[in-house]
């Protein structure tokens, strides 16, 4: 940790000074279509290059100021600059951004437009496959110091589900996990490829090792999709019916990713969901906490927002296929 914050405010420190010194030696005009120019030219590289190390942390910083906290410290800024009393309309618009955002109401309208889409009737009749995808890139903590063991993170039931889809099947399908490197990690290989702890446990639940398939270096849905393409034509089971397990919020985008590398006849087999289907009935306790702001709104409303962007991304790349009917 010290040594990230370290690297962190040196970058910081190095940018402030040629900040600093281009401003000196360039002439304002020049400096603000140096700037342009810079911008330009990383989104070029980002759009073409988006699995890079560098670009992804570059893309991450920009992208932040998109997103409802990033948004809000945006407006709040430009209100303190300016002062108070002359942007009163600056403080309002943070304030109503992070209201909207952390309320329950209004994250479960935004994650119901992702997740209901997913669940068809034949996602949910179909019960056996030949393959059963899961995508685990960020569903597993290494078991590193101070842990004695692997841990799931907010994502892990893919693996859980994964698993009882194979018990579920009865005719022993093919099991692949896709899940590449872990990018802030360095050291023991076995710890920093995700693959390999998704492979324990899914052994531990039942799954045998002999039906397990590993595909280590995929690092986005598109990357993934060409890989798990190569193994399943390699194995002759390509062309047959595939689950795809992986989060609800985003098994649209994994679907039409998979078909897009001509895996035509891929299910989604969505899990972790955020809402539930309509008809249900909610408490009145419910209905009273769902106008209360929390931070598990705000952090719904943000990989929401985050798949948006994503979506646009894919469809500008042409890596979304249209469903097949």
Do not use: C, H
Not at 34 to 52: E, K, R, S
Not at 63 to 88: E, H, T
């Amino acid at each position: 940790m010290f040594l990230l914050l370290t690297r962190i405010l040196l970058w910081l420190l190095i940018a402030v000074i040629l900040y600093n010194l281009f401003k000196k030696v360039i002439p304002k005009e020049y400096f603000t279509l140096l700037g342009g120019l810079f911008l330009f030219g990383f989104i070029v590289v980002a759009f073409f290059t988006p699995g890079n190390n560098a670009v992804s942390t570059i893309w991450e910083v920009l992208s932040f100021f998109l997103k409802p906290v990033g948004a809000s410290i945006v407006l709040l800024g430009f209100a303190l600059r300016q002062g108070l009393d002359k942007s009163k309309n600056q403080v309002m618009a943070a304030l109503l951004i992070l209201l909207l955002a952390s309320t329950p109401f209004f994250s479960n309208l935004l994650a119901a437009s992702t997740e209901q889409a997913v669940v068809t009737p034949e996602s949910a009749a179909a019960q056996t496959a030949s393959a059963i995808v899961v995508l685990g890139q960020g569903t597993t903590q290494p078991d590193e110091p101070p842990r004695t063991q692997i841990q799931l993170t907010d994502t892990g039931d893919r693996i859980l589900y994964a698993a009882q889809l194979y018990r579920q099947s009865g005719n022993n399908p093919l099991v692949v996990v896709s899940a590449g490197p872990r990018p802030n990690l360095q050291g023991n290989q076995d710890q920093i490829v995700e693959a390999n702890d998704i492979r324990a446990l899914l052994v531990q639940f039942g799954v045998p090792q002999t039906r397990i398939v590993l595909e280590p270096t995929g690092t986005n849905l598109r990357t993934s999709a060409e890989e798990v393409e190569d193994i399943l034509r390699d194995q002759g089971i390509a062309d047959n019916r595939v689950f795809l397990v992986t989060s609800a919020y985003n098994s649209r985008r994994a679907q039409q990713a998979f078909r897009s590398v001509g895996l035509n006849n891929i299910v989604a087999k969505p899990t972790g969901f955020f809402t539930v289907q309509p008809g249900t009935t909610s408490t009145v306790n419910q209905w009273i906490e769902s106008f209360i702001p929390s931070v598990e709104a705000l952090t719904v409303t943000t990989r929401i927002v985050e798949e948006f962007y994503a979506s646009i991304y894919y469809y500008l790349r042409g890596w979304q296929a249209p469903a097949v009917v």
